[in-house]
């Protein structure tokens, strides 16, 4: 029985290595906006993202990733919500 609970968890495991991609470009580059609004909290903000990455071989990168934020958020002891236990619950 352990064995064959052993042979199934090793063709399992081992499916996960052929779906490695095949093709790794030599440079990456992404950048983004994000946006975060909520009005319930006075919070707002907006910002940038990037990353920017260097392929050496299949298997070493290298890799920077900056973000920035800017806004506004206060949140006051009101606007928290109390713990509920099970007890207070009904």
């Given at each position: 029985m352990k064995k064959s609970i052993f042979v199934?968890?090793?063709?399992a495991l081992s499916a996960?290595?052929?779906a490695q991609q095949?093709?790794?470009g030599r440079y990456d580059?992404?950048?983004g906006y994000s946006y975060l609004?909520?009005?319930?909290?006075?919070l707002s903000?907006?910002?940038f993202n990037t990353q920017i990455g260097l392929n050496l071989t299949k298997w070493l990168?290298?890799?920077?990733d900056y973000s920035i934020q800017f806004g506004r958020g206060t949140l006051l002891p009101?606007?928290?919500?109390r713990r509920m236990t099970p007890s207070s619950a009904n």
């Open positions: 199934v968890l090793l063709f996960c290595a052929f095949d093709y790794v580059f992404y950048t609004d909520s009005p319930d909290v006075n903000q907006r910002g990168a290298f890799g920077v009101s606007e928290l919500k």
